[in-house]
C-alpha cells in the first residue's frame, strides 16, 4: 500500500483543496437557500395568521349598555402602531404595548359613546414615566368630567398603578393584595471604579460651567455630586408632589397623610390600605363583576356573559365608536403631529430612535402639505448628538419661516438634545411631571491604553504626518493641545445652543445660561423659568395649535409613518436589531448594559440628560 503525502505535491493539494472549496461553497449555498426559504415560509405564515387575527378583530361590534374594560399591565409607547402584526423574532413572543395617543383618543370618543356606560380599569403590573402616568390618569379624569362612572380593581397596586387607578369613582383591590406604597426615589449606576480596574480613562470635556450636565459623572465619579444631588432633589420632589396632590383631591386623604403613610411602611397590609380610605373596599373578582352588574341595571345573580364588556383594543380597532356620517379625514385640513421619539442621532433612525433625516423629512413634508395648516412636534427624548440636533431644529426654523404655527409638545422627556429641537416653537407644551431642560453639551473619549497594555498586553505603535492626526484613537491620551481645543469646541456649542434657546424663548442669553449649565427641570418649574408656555397635553397642544390656525373641523395627520412591521421583523431576524434580544436576556441589568453600549458607540459632541426616571 502507497501512503502519497500531499505536501510532496502542490499541484494535487491544489486541485483537491479547490474541490473540497467547491463543495463547501456548495453545502454553504444550499443551506443559506433553505435558510432563506425557511425564513420566507415563517413570514409568509405570520402574515397570514396576523391577517386573520385582524380580520377577527374588525367584527367586533359595541354593543348598548357596554363597559370599557381597560387592563393596564402593557408598556405604553407615545405612539401606537394600527397593524394586528406584533410578533418579535428576537425573543419569539409577541410585543405588547400601548400607544398613549391612541388611548387619549379612544377615551375622548368613549366619553360621548352612547353605547359606553363607564369604565373597568383592572391594574397589574403597570409601570411607566411620571408624564406617562399624568397623561393616562388626566385622560380617565376628563373621561370621568362626562358624569360616566369608571371602578378601578387590582390584585395589588404599585404606586404608579395606585396613582393612575385613584382617579376612579371607586377603587378596589383582592382581599389578600398589597399596596407599594413608600416614595420615590432614584437610583443612578456609576461605573468608575470599573473603570479604574480595568484602567479604562474616560477623558470627559464640558460646556463652560455645565456643573448639572451629569450624564458624565457615572463614568468619572463613583457618586452623584453635589450639584446632581440639587437638581435631582428638586425635579423628583416636583413630581411626587403632582403625584401627592391628584390622590388627595380625588381620595380625599392628605398629603401630610400620604406621606405619612410612605414613611411608615404601613400600607402593605390590605385591612390597613381601606382604613386609610385610599381603597373603597376589599372585593372578589366576581363580587366586582356583581357591582357592575348593578351599575348596567341588570341584576346581581346576572350571568357574567350578560356584562357586556368591550376591550379597549376592541374599540379602538373598530374606529373607537366613531360615528355616521363624520366627514372623512382626508377631505378636512390637517394639524400634522411629528413624533420626535427616543435618543437623537444622524441618519435615518426608527420609531424609537429620532433619526435626523427621518423627522427633517417629516417636518419638510408637513411645511410643504398644503392641508396641513398648523405642526405639533411632539418631542420624547432624553437628547443625543448635537449635530443631529441642530439638522432638526433647522427644519423647524423653516417652518417659522413659511407662516404655520408651530408648537412643541413635551413627553415624558425633552432634554438637552430634545429641549435644543424644542425651542424655536412658537408655543411649547409640557406636562408638570414632564423632564426637560439640561440646556447644556459634553464629550466623552475613552483612553483605552493601559487597558489594552496592562490587561490584555497589547501596545500600540503610529506614524503621523502631523502632531495631532491620531485625535480620534481611543488607544492613547489626550495631550493638553487636543483637551484645549476640544474644550473650545464644546463651549462653541454651548454658547449656540443657549443662543439658539434665547432667540426662541425670547430671553437675554445670559438668563439662558443661569437655568441652563446642564440643570434638568421638571415641567411645572419649566414653565416658571420661562422654559415652557403652558402646561398641558398633547391634546391640549393639538387643539391650542388648530385654533392658532383658525380651524375647528380638522384631522391630525401623524408623521413620519411608521417602519413597516414586517420590515422591522426581517431587519430582526438578520440580527440588524440586537437590543430587544439583549432585553429579554439581561431583565434588569440591560440598564448597564445599554449604558457601556452608549458610551462606547457616542459620535461628536452630546446634549443628552443624564437619566431616565420610572414610576413603579
Not at 4 to 25: A, E, G, R
Not at 119 to 131: H, K, Q, R
Not at 431 to 436: E, S
Request: glycine share 8%.
Amino acid at each position: 500500500m502507497v501512503f502519497i503525502s500531499l505536501c510532496h505535491y502542490p499541484s494535487l493539494f491544489k486541485q483537491v483543496n479547490k474541490d473540497m472549496n467547491f463543495f463547501k461553497t456548495l453545502l454553504a449555498s444550499l443551506l443559506g437557500t433553505f435558510i432563506a426559504m425557511g425564513l420566507l415560509l415563517f413570514i409568509f405564515i405570520m402574515i397570514i395568521v396576523s391577517a386573520v387575527s385582524s380580520g377577527e378583530d374588525k367584527v367586533v361590534s359595541v354593543k348598548d349598555n357596554s363597559v370599557l374594560h381597560i387592563t393596564l399591565d402593557q408598556e405604553f409607547v407615545d405612539r401606537g402602531s394600527d397593524s394586528q402584526f406584533n410578533f418579535n423574532p428576537a425573543t419569539f413572543s409577541s410585543e405588547t404595548s400601548q400607544g398613549l395617543n391612541h388611548f387619549i383618543k379612544d377615551l375622548e370618543r368613549a366619553k360621548t359613546d352612547e353605547k359606553i356606560k363607564g369604565i373597568f380599569l383592572e391594574v397589574g403590573a403597570f409601570g411607566a414615566a411620571p408624564s406617562t402616568m399624568l397623561d393616562v390618569r388626566n385622560a380617565l379624569e376628563d373621561f370621568k368630567s362626562s358624569g360616566k362612572w369608571i371602578v378601578s380593581y387590582a390584585e395589588g397596586y404599585s404606586q404608579g398603578g395606585y396613582f393612575v387607578a385613584s382617579a376612579a369613582n371607586e377603587v378596589y383591590m383582592y382581599p389578600e393584595g398589597e399596596m407599594d406604597w413608600r416614595g420615590m426615589n432614584a437610583e443612578i449606576m456609576f461605573y468608575k471604579n470599573m473603570l479604574d480596574k480595568l484602567e479604562i480613562e474616560a477623558q470627559v470635556v464640558r460646556g463652560p460651567n455645565n456643573k448639572f450636565k451629569s450624564a458624565v459623572e457615572p463614568y468619572i465619579y463613583d457618586k452623584m455630586s453635589p450639584e446632581n444631588k440639587e437638581q435631582m432633589q428638586t425635579f423628583i420632589s416636583d413630581i411626587w408632589r403632582v403625584v401627592l396632590d391628584k390622590i388627595s383631591a380625588s381620595r380625599g386623604v392628605s398629603v401630610q397623610q400620604l406621606n405619612m403613610y410612605a414613611d411608615s411602611l404601613t400600607l402593605y397590609s390590605a385591612n390597613e390600605v381601606v382604613a386609610s380610605k385610599l381603597i373603597d373596599g376589599l372585593k372578589y373578582r366576581d363580587e366586582v363583576n356583581a357591582i357592575l352588574k348593578g351599575k348596567l341595571g341588570l341584576e346581581a345573580t346576572a350571568k357574567d356573559e350578560d356584562l357586556k364588556m368591550v376591550s379597549l383594543g376592541d374599540y379602538h380597532s373598530n374606529g373607537g365608536g366613531k360615528k355616521d356620517g363624520e366627514t372623512p379625514d382626508f377631505k378636512k385640513d390637517k394639524v400634522a403631529v411629528v413624533y420626535a421619539i427616543g435618543a437623537i442621532e444622524s441618519g435615518e433612525g426608527d420609531d424609537q430612535t429620532i433619526g435626523s433625516e427621518r423627522i427633517a423629512k417629516a417636518l419638510k413634508q408637513a411645511r410643504e402639505d398644503e392641508k396641513v395648516k398648523a405642526i405639533v412636534l411632539r418631542v420624547n427624548s432624553p437628547g443625543g448628538s448635537a449635530l443631529a440636533s441642530d439638522v432638526i431644529w433647522r427644519e423647524t426654523q423653516l417652518i417659522k419661516q413659511s407662516g404655520k404655527p408651530f408648537y412643541v409638545s413635551m413627553g415624558d422627556y425633552a432634554a438637552s438634545g430634545g429641549y435644543y429641537i424644542s425651542c424655536a416653537a412658537d408655543k411649547i407644551y409640557a406636562n408638570a411631571n414632564t423632564i426637560t431642560g439640561s440646556i447644556g453639551v459634553f464629550g466623552v473619549m475613552p483612553n483605552l491604553e493601559k487597558f489594552w497594555n496592562n490587561k490584555l498586553g497589547i501596545t500600540f505603535d503610529r506614524f503621523e504626518t502631523n502632531p495631532h492626526a491620531d485625535l480620534v484613537s481611543a488607544n492613547k491620551p489626550l495631550d493638553e493641545a487636543e483637551k484645549t481645543m476640544l474644550q473650545n469646541m464644546v463651549a462653541g456649542i454651548y454658547d449656540d445652543f443657549t443662543g439658539k434657546v434665547a432667540t426662541g424663548r425670547n430671553m437675554p442669553q445670559a438668563q439662558v445660561d443661569s437655568i441652563g449649565q446642564g440643570r434638568v427641570w421638571s415641567g411645572e418649574d419649566a414653565k416658571n423659568l420661562g422654559l415652557v408656555d403652558e402646561i398641558g397635553d398633547l391634546s391640549a397642544c393639538v387643539k391650542a395649535a388648530a385654533a392658532k390656525a383658525g380651524m375647528t373641523d380638522y384631522a391630525v395627520k401623524e408623521l413620519p409613518t411608521l417602519i413597516d412591521p414586517i420590515q422591522k421583523m426581517v431587519e430582526e431576524l438578520t440580527g440588524q436589531k440586537q437590543d430587544q434580544a439583549m432585553m429579554s436576556i439581561l431583565g434588569d441589568n440591560y440598564k448597564m448594559y445599554k449604558d457601556i453600549k452608549d458610551l462606547a458607540t457616542m459620535k461628536g459632541v452630546q446634549a443628552r440628560m443624564p437619566f431616565l426616571i420610572e414610576i413603579k
